[in-house]
């Protein structure tokens, strides 16, 4: 993945992942949903266009998110991504299989001699 | 999903490439302009934000590139889909999918059947000098029904008087065999009558065609003399130049062959092609005693005419029309009954265009055409109808 900047690489499928979760929270666009990533993760992640708009088009074809043309506060029109109930049902999934996963690699990554 | 919602999504789908390009293309504008906007809000003048914007993204191009990717990517998915679940549906009934199958292989097939025998009989015209004033006698009485319906009493009373025309010629196609012993030697022939050639327009392409002075019974001065196809002439004398004189076996009876026709011309029937021609006078030195040459009743030539230049198929055909008791009286079968005598005298003469091809194709496919017939059996004598056996709707004898 291009967004695998530097030493901050994002694991494959992370960021439809994260896309999802920004969505979750408000309907926004692409990039709204960028600068929120950067923002959430303190400038951790820093997308960009070319690696954001391929996951949302790959995001909508699969009928997870919906794109809709709205007109922004700056009075422009912009498309807005909202999460569709598949969409929510997926995050939901997502989420759940990686605390599992991330919690097994932190108790691996921890583990000592003594556990064993 | 219902099939029309199915249609109209299809049909939009047609269109739906062109808008999507539009559509990205906004929303990667959009994206540039929420960018900038971004960086001139943390101080940076509008030039030097939209230049670092555009430096962020990158190639619009290659952003576009990959967000292109993931529709193919969708494309063949779907694609791959629907092939799937139709080979499934397909297995899942395999005699419709059979049925198909053959519909679609037949279907094709016979259009391209149909095409290749429009394309040869319909769509060529005939190789000979301005087709479009060839037209070919035929009695009214019949159309479409006889492949050859003269007698050559009424040919000997029409040839007199091919001046009023642009010339009249007749024919009749026939297989010869060429075989000097042994086994046959089947090749396409023609029995024409002297103005043949000239009167089509048809040049020697070596030696000479035939003329009325070889169109004499026994021959002219050359003797029996025969004119060969250019195919023939490829094929059984290797295109060599002494054939010329040289004497050709037809029916075990030798021609000399006087002329080659040009490779272009196949004979008078798009669809056919001939061999040998030989004088239409010599035919009883071919068939002898079976000679029909004097026979009333048998009916199997063609007969052309060429109008003359300006000279309309409405005029011909009246010209022809008011010579036809005379051309009737002077070739009437003799004997018979009163009714057929008099039914023979007023069946008119009438004229189609030979240019078109439309006769000749249905003189070609028609089932029933006797000069496919062996040789010897490849004419047809054709008795008087008989008035009362047609009025009781039975065949003639």
């Given at each position: 993945m291009r967004s695998a900047d530097k030493q901050n690489a994002l694991v494959q499928g992370t960021l439809e992942m994260l896309i999802l979760k920004t969505l979750a929270l408000e309907p926004m666009h692409g990039y709204g949903i960028g600068g929120r990533i950067g923002q959430i993760s303190n400038g951790v992640f820093q997308v960009n266009a070319g690696s954001l708009f391929p996951a949302i088009y790959r995001l909508e074809r699969n009928g997870l998110i919906k794109g809709e043309w709205r007109v922004t506060e700056n009075n422009r029109r912009a498309k807005y991504y909202a999460l569709t109930a598949p969409g929510r049902a997926t995050l939901k999934r997502e989420t759940r299989g990686w605390e599992v996963q991330t919690a097994a690699i932190a108790r691996i990554l921890q583990a000592s001699a003594g556990d064993l | 999903m219902p099939p029309l919602t199915r249609v109209i999504a299809g049909l939009r789908g047609l269109f739906r490439k062109q808008r999507r390009e539009q559509e990205l293309d906004d929303e990667l504008r959009g994206y540039l302009e929420n960018a900038t906007d971004q960086k001139m809000l943390a101080g940076l003048t509008r030039e030097d934000a939209q230049r670092a914007a555009r430096v962020e993204m990158g190639s619009l191009d290659a952003v576009k590139e990959r967000v292109r990717d993931v529709w193919w990517e969708s494309l063949v998915h779907a694609s791959w889909h629907d092939l799937r679940y139709a080979i499934r549906t397909l297995r899942r009934s395999p005699g419709f999918a059979a049925v198909v199958v053959l519909t679609l292989a037949l279907g094709i097939g016979a259009n391209t059947a149909i095409f290749s025998v429009v394309n040869s009989?319909?769509?060529?015209?005939?190789?000979?000098?301005?087709?479009?004033?060839?037209?070919?006698?035929?009695?009214?009485?019949?159309?479409?029904?006889s492949t050859a319906p003269w007698t050559y009493a009424i040919w000997e009373q029409i040839r007199p008087q091919a001046h009023l025309f642009d010339g009249a010629l007749a024919w009749s196609s026939q297989r010869f065999d060429l075989a000097q012993g042994g086994e046959t030697q089947p090749a396409d022939g023609l029995f024409a009558s002297g103005d043949f050639f000239t009167t089509l327009g048809v040049p020697a392409l070596l030696g000479r065609t035939l003329s009325p002075a070889d169109d004499v019974p026994g021959g002219g001065p050359d003797g029996p003399v025969a004119v060969i196809s250019y195919g023939l002439w490829q094929r059984r004398f290797g295109g060599n130049a002494n054939v010329i004189g040289t004497p050709l076996v037809v029916e075990r009876i030798p021609f000399t062959i006087v002329g080659v026709t040009p490779p272009e011309f196949f004979g008078t029937e798009v669809g056919r092609a001939f061999d040998v021609a030989v004088p239409l006078a010599t035919e009883p030195l071919i068939r002898g005693k079976d000679t029909l040459l004097d026979v009333r009743r048998a009916y199997w030539l063609t007969v052309m005419l060429r109008l003359k230049r300006g000279q309309s198929p409405d005029a011909a055909t009246?010209?022809?029309?008011?010579?036809?008791?005379?051309?009737?009286?002077?070739?009437?079968?003799?004997?018979?009954?009163?009714?057929?005598?008099q039914e023979f005298l007023s069946e008119p003469f009438s004229l189609v265009p030979a240019a078109g091809g439309t006769a000749a194709a249905i003189r070609t496919v028609a089932p029933d055409d006797p000069r496919r017939g062996r040789a010897g059996a490849a004419h047809r004598v054709r008795e008087h109808r008989q008035p009362a056996a047609r009025a009781c709707g039975g065949t003639p004898a």
């Open positions: - | 009989l319909l769509l060529r015209s005939l190789p000979v000098v301005e087709p479009q004033r060839l037209v070919t006698i035929s009695s009214s009485t019949e159309i479409g029904g009246a010209t022809l029309r008011a010579l036809q008791p005379r051309i009737r009286e002077g070739a009437m079968p003799a004997g018979g009954p009163a009714r057929a005598q």
